[in-house]
């Protein structure tokens, strides 16, 4: 994710003028603009052809989108607690960049927040 490659190849993200491919599992008019949280990598165009017929997720409902601005957000874990006999898992959370429970959290996934994107059509080859 932080290196901006392809979810499914690992090579190089998809990239116009337009920003960098995306594909999330939410419907469009689901999506939050200017804070829109997403797990997933963004994706090359031959990958993204790939993945909405291959993932079960994406099958079922998908947007593409062009994002020119992104951030990291946090991460998505295990969050622990302090105990008397050691750290215990208290929750699973998405826990953003800054809050107090980051270095108790046991990441899985970097989340990134996509805060400038457009929606636009994957089977259209000039978006």
């Known amino acids: 994710m932080a290196g901006l490659r392809c979810q499914v190849c690992g090579g190089p993200a998809d990239r116009t003028a337009e920003g960098v491919l995306w594909l999330l599992d939410a419907p469009a008019d689901d999506l939050r603009p ?6 997933h990598p963004p994706v090359c165009r031959p990958c993204a052809h790939q993945a909405v017929r291959s993932c079960v997720h994406l099958r079922a409902r998908y947007v593409a989108v062009r994002a020119s601005a992104f951030t990291f957000y946090g991460v998505q874990g295990a969050v622990y607690q302090g105990t008397l006999s ?8 998405a826990v953003r960049l800054g809050d107090p429970r980051l270095s108790w959290t046991r990441a899985s ?3 990134m927040t996509l805060t400038d994107f457009t929606v636009i059509d994957l089977s259209d080859p000039t978006t």
Request: zero cysteines; hydrophobic letters at 40%; proline letters at 6%.
């Open 109 to 111: 996934q970097l989340l």
């Open 86 to 93: 050691g750290p215990r898992v208290y929750d699973a959370a």
């Open 34 to 39: 200017g804070a829109e949280h997403t797990a």
